[in-house]
Structures are given as structure tokens and as C-alpha cells.
Nanobody
Framework: QVQLEESGGGLVQAGGSLRLSCAGS????????VAWFREAPGGERVKVAS????????YYPDFVKGRFTISRDNAEKIVYLQMNNLKPEDSGVYYC??????????????WGQGTQVTVSS
């Protein structure tokens, strides 16, 4: 069983920065990729970054590339999302996600409770 807890959200002006943290628990947390998703009011939950189990591979969609950086510390079981040059459209609830679905078997997906990010113009 994995539990994810996000922190670090808040209110920031456009152009500012925030660093989100996702603290994981459980023995398997460090063995699987982790992703950050964003959900704006009335919008879909979209992926904004992901990182492989060992941090060797990362992914960013074009709309955050160059501004967001994901990293992880497996010894501390924490995944970070550094967000720079924030824009009002970056506002939303940010969720930490870990998909531990095996190749064969039922889905095994974990979500945190989310942390609110509000960027004022």
C-alpha cells in the first residue's frame, strides 16, 4: 500500500516560483515512476511532469517544458516539482500520482489529496 501526500502549494504572482513536494510511503514507492498532474476548475486532470523510478528519465509536455523540473530523492521517498516563471494558466490543484499497475493484473494507481496552486496576474 502506498500513500502520497503533497505540499508546497500556495498563492504566487505571475513570474514567481513554487516547489511542490510529494512524500511517499510504503516499500514500493521508490521502485516505480511518479507523475504530477494538474486539474484546473472545470478542466481535465492533465500530466505536467513524470520521472522514472531512478530519476534517469523525465517527461514534460510542451506547455511546461523549460519552466518545470521534476526530481526525486528515493532515500527520503520524496518527489519534487520545481515550478518557475509561473503563469496564471498554471493555477489548479496539483496531484501526485504513482501507477504501479503490473503487466498483467488489475490497475493499481495511487493519488495524493492534492495541493492548490494559484497564480495571480
Amino acid at each position: 500500500q502506498v500513500q502520497l501526500e503533497e505540499s508546497g502549494g500556495g498563492l504566487v504572482q505571475a513570474g514567481g516560483s513554487l516547489r511542490l513536494s510529494c512524500a511517499g510511503s510504503g516499500n514500493s514507492f521508490s521502485n516505480w515512476p511518479v507523475a504530477w498532474f494538474r486539474e484546473a476548475p472545470g478542466g481535465e486532470r492533465v500530466k505536467v511532469a513524470s520521472i522514472s523510478w531512478n530519476g534517469g528519465s523525465t517527461y514534460y509536455p510542451d506547455f511546461v517544458k523549460g519552466r518545470f523540473t521534476i526530481s526525486r530523492d528515493n532515500a527520503e521517498k520524496i518527489v519534487y516539482l520545481q515550478m518557475n516563471n509561473l503563469k496564471p494558466e498554471d493555477s489548479g490543484v496539483y496531484y501526485c500520482n504513482q501507477d504501479q499497475t503490473p503487466g498483467i493484473g488489475p490497475p493499481l494507481v495511487y493519488w495524493g489529496q492534492g495541493t492548490q496552486v494559484t497564480v495571480s496576474s
